[in-house]
């Protein structure tokens, strides 16, 4: 019997059915082990030894693994094609090694960029080693985000109350989001007018023209940026004699793009398609490791994390007669493209994204939603690359009267054969077939400008990144790898440092401080060339040319040698800085010349950046004389809603319903009682914009969407501090806006928890994380999901995490001060009631004081506890380097 891993279950359906009866096929479900979320988990003074911990999801795939080597001869690793492949391959024979599982067992590395029989069939029979270059690439990867993080992000806590996390790559994409906000708040629009005329011409329709020269100079942008000089230019036109100086027909071709990368297919899906880059990844996914067609199982697209734009010769061969065939010879080019990559640091280890037959139609097949929008994308974009270009004819008339007073030009693309475009079309190209089609005419014709109107317009700051476009940005800058954008764009907005309003990211003011927190104190590790630079190096460990611990060795020196260089920093030091660095944003000059940071409550104080667990706010220095307060990137006197205002009255229960406006932005509340509901205002919903039906839709919250179909429990939507979210028995998932909270139904509830647990969501008591055991007890320690909110678990001692900590992100030292300071509150007051019965409020029984006596070694024993605990902040200050 031979064993194949694979990673995921239903790629081990698929590829058994293609292998046999001699072949057993398991899923190891990703890494089977991680790096423990816990400080020394990367030792650089050993050397960068790294401790590993079997997760424990992955404890009963290893024991299935095991007990499937006792009947087998042979183990073959079929794990992806590209570096994450090749470590879960590497952790898995670390791991049977040491359970002594592989002895006398023959090993075999086998790769396929496509699930089907013929490909899995023929990887078999081509087995390989390890790549242990790859699997040194991963290391690195993996140390480097490991050190920046449990580094740098202590850091961010003890000097920025409220920040959550930092990485190496997610704080350089969040400074491109927050850099893009800036742009946009300090541009100033600008007027500028343009002329434009219908000529009329005797040999056939009018056609549009545009004034771009006057009085003999050629017009630029702002040339004509009044009204007179427009209207001057305007009527210069109405009273020209004008005629055709020059008639310029090009012939133009247009070439398809390459087949999709990983960021080019996430990017043309969020514009066409309007998908999420985790979407796209996700449906990908489906359709690589396998689809059931007419009862057979295959998979429908090659590997899709890949920045390879070339194809196999037999896939070239197979769909050029696929679009002879649909098409017309006419539509195959003479010879096959071939396509390079532009995109920076690109290994091109792979082929593109391409179907694995281009015979399958997308109308020859029976998929549906997602997978049908996505594979339809994918086989018209591949199947385009190698089709004829497009041939247009691209037309300039010029327009003049005879003294040369005025000049107009008019253009026009038409297309003479469509090739490529009759398939595809990319996001954001000019649609030339839609073109303006001008007349046929002549040099010297005589022409009359009619319906001649001057146009003002005004310039337009950059827009926001949508993921596409941030996508692009990243590959651009050689930010990252493709393979890792989907997961980087999802933690940022986990970690509520931007939020997504209509597709476009719009950083959140914690965001804009940790990003200013780094250029400040951080600059060389938040600097785009830097970040691209150690990718490239990351790179060279893949082809074998750097050793990844002396990568590892340069970057550590200098990078913990700054850390190091804060920890003197007070908090007070670190809002001074921020005060200047954000001072343009926060403190904006005034127009009539007056101190921008003068309190304008008491006038004596200076206004300044304050920061508290639940974020950032501006505070006068006169506190607490002056309680002057208004929220981080907020204005005084700028429409800020200073005023409480009564949105109407509640039908139930005839009480007034509130919009206020606090420290830590606008919420409504229902009545003025001592403790009265309240509901902050979700950030894509303008204050102004705010009326009685949305503030009751707010106070209703938690929204009760129906009882779950398998155990009958409520599930519940509600708006937390990161955005709306539904729950359902300790499962939390999030959701993409707050409309969708009030409008999802119990269907897509349902789904959305069954993928969050398929993720590793918590259900029920479940632990969320383990953590680890307590070093003084070896017992062990949890972050546990709770009905009020998730917490720390050790013995008896429940200690809730605070609203900006994320459960995913407590470390076991994390856990252990919040576990000490709620004993510190009187956490344990167990202990203490049992020495009550104890009290002498029965002396006739004489037996108790005997049993307090043998009672007393115990209670020295316990003693010594307090005693070992002390070395606790020992460590803990240590871990804060």
Request: charged share 30%; with cysteine; hydrophobic share 35%.
């Amino acid at each position: 019997m031979n064993l194949v891993i694979v990673e995921s279950p239903a790629k081990a359906k698929t590829i058994e059915k293609y292998l046999g009866k001699d072949y057993k096929v398991l899923a190891s479900f990703g890494h089977v082990r991680d790096l423990p979320s816990k400080t020394g988990s990367v030792r650089p003074d050993e050397d960068f030894a790294m401790d590993w911990a079997i997760d424990t999801r992955a404890k009963a795939r290893v024991a299935d693994i095991v007990n499937a080597l006792k009947d087998s001869d042979k183990l073959i690793l079929a794990t992806d094609p590209d570096r994450e492949g090749e470590a879960i391959s590497w952790h898995l024979l670390e791991v049977l090694n040491k359970k002594k599982a592989l002895k006398g067992k023959q090993i075999e590395r086998v790769v396929f960029n496509a699930i089907t029989k013929k490909s899995v069939t023929d990887a078999i029979k081509a087995p390989r080693e390890l790549d242990m270059e790859l699997v040194n690439a991963y290391l690195a990867r993996r140390a480097l985000d490991y050190l920046v993080g449990f580094t740098l992000s202590p850091v961010l806590w003890r000097k920025l109350p409220g920040a959550r996390s930092a990485g190496r790559v997610q704080s350089v994409t969040l400074r491109l989001i927050c850099e893009r906000e800036t742009e946009i708040e300090q541009f100033k629009s600008e007027e500028y007018w343009t002329v434009g005329a219908q000529i009329a011409s005797a040999k056939g329709a009018n056609f549009p023209a545009s004034l771009v020269s006057l009085n003999g100079e050629k017009l630029k942008k702002f040339s004509l940026n009044t009204e007179a000089l427009a209207y001057a230019g305007r009527d210069a036109v109405k009273a020209a004699s004008l005629s055709i100086t020059s008639v310029e027909a090009k012939p133009v071709k247009r070439h398809p793009q390459p087949p999709f990368t990983t960021s080019t297919m996430q990017q043309e899906a969020s514009r066409k398609l309007g998908f999420s880059a985790t979407r796209t990844m996700q449906t990908a996914q489906k359709l690589y490791e396998g689809i059931d067609i007419g009862g057979e199982t295959v998979g429908l697209i090659t590997y899709m994390r890949t920045d390879g734009v070339s194809m196999v010769g037999e896939a070239i061969t197979e769909v050029r007669s696929a679009i002879s065939n649909k098409f017309g010879g006419k539509y195959v080019p003479s010879s096959p493209r071939v396509y390079k990559t532009k995109a920076k640091n690109a290994q091109e280890a792979h082929e593109a994204i391409r179907p694995t037959s281009f015979t399958r139609s997308p109308d020859s097949l029976n998929l549906s939603g997602d997978q049908a929008k996505l594979y339809q994308l994918v086989w018209n974009r591949a199947t385009a690359s190698q089709m004829a270009s497009a041939e247009l004819e691209r037309t300039t008339i010029t327009i003049e009267d005879r003294d040369k007073t005025v000049g107009l030009r008019a253009t026009g693309t038409v297309v003479r054969f469509d090739g490529f475009l009759t398939l595809y079309v990319e996001s954001g190209a000019d649609k030339d077939g839609d073109g303006v089609r001008l007349p046929t005419v002549t040099a010297g014709d005589m022409v009359v400008g009619e319906k001649v109107e001057a146009e003002q317009h005004f310039t337009q700051p950059p827009p926001r990144f949508s993921e596409a476009s941030l996508v692009k940005r990243m590959e651009e800058l050689g930010i990252g790898r493709p393979s890792t954008y989907a997961s980087v764009l999802k933690v940022l907005q986990d970690r509520g440092y931007v939020t997504l309003d209509k597709r476009r990211f719009i950083p959140d003011d914690k965001g804009r401080l940790v990003v200013a927190f780094l250029e400040e104190f951080f600059t060389k590790y938040i600097a785009y060339d830097y970040t691209a630079e150690l990718e490239e190096r990351l790179d060279l460990v893949s082809d074998g040319k750097l050793e990844w611990k002396v990568l590892l060795s340069d970057f550590w020196e200098g990078f913990s040698a700054l850390v190091d260089g804060t920890k003197e920093l007070r908090v007070t030091q670190v809002l001074d800085a921020l005060n200047i660095a954000l001072g343009p944003m926060v403190f904006p000059p005034k127009e009539d010349g007056s101190d921008p940071r003068k309190c304008p409550a008491c006038e004596t104080g200076q206004l300044s950046l304050k920061v508290s667990r639940f974020g950032a706010f501006v505070g006068c220095s006169d506190y607490p004389e002056c309680k002057h307060t208004r929220p981080f990137g907020q204005k005084d006197g700028e429409s800020a809603p200073s005023e409480d205002k009564v949105l109407g009255v509640d039908p139930d229960s005839g009480l007034d319903v509130w919009l206020k406006n606090g420290r830590y932005g606008p919420y409504v509340q229902l009545g003025e009682d001592k403790k009265p509901k309240r509901t902050s205002l979700p950030k894509t919903w303008p204050y102004d914009d705010m009326d009685l039906f949305k503030g009751l839709k707010l106070l209703s919250l938690p929204r009760h969407i129906g009882d779950h179909p398998e155990d009958g429990k409520k599930i519940v939507g509600s708006l937390g501090r990161f955005g709306p979210y539904i729950l359902h028995a300790g499962t939390y998932a999030n959701l993409q806006d707050i409309d969708e909270m009030f409008e999802v139904g119990l269907n897509r509830a349902v789904i959305l928890l069954a993928e969050k647990r398929a993720k590793g969501g918590s259900r029920g008591a479940s632990a969320l994380k383990e953590l680890g055991n307590h070093p003084k007890t070896d017992k062990p320690v949890r972050v546990m999901s709770g009905r009020y909110g998730p917490y720390v678990k050790y013995e008896k001692v429940n200690a809730t995490l605070p609203k900006d900590v994320d459960p995913n992100d407590v470390t076991l030292e994390m856990a252990l001060e919040y576990i000490a300071a709620k004993e510190a509150k009187g956490g344990k007051k167990k202990k203490p009631a049992k020495k009550k019965p104890a009290a002498k409020k029965k002396p006739a029984a004489k037996k108790k004081p005997a049993a307090k006596k043998k009672a007393a070694p115990k209670k020295k024993a316990v003693a010594k506890k307090p005693a070992a605990q002390k070395k606790a902040p020992e460590t803990s200050s240590n871990d804060d380097t």
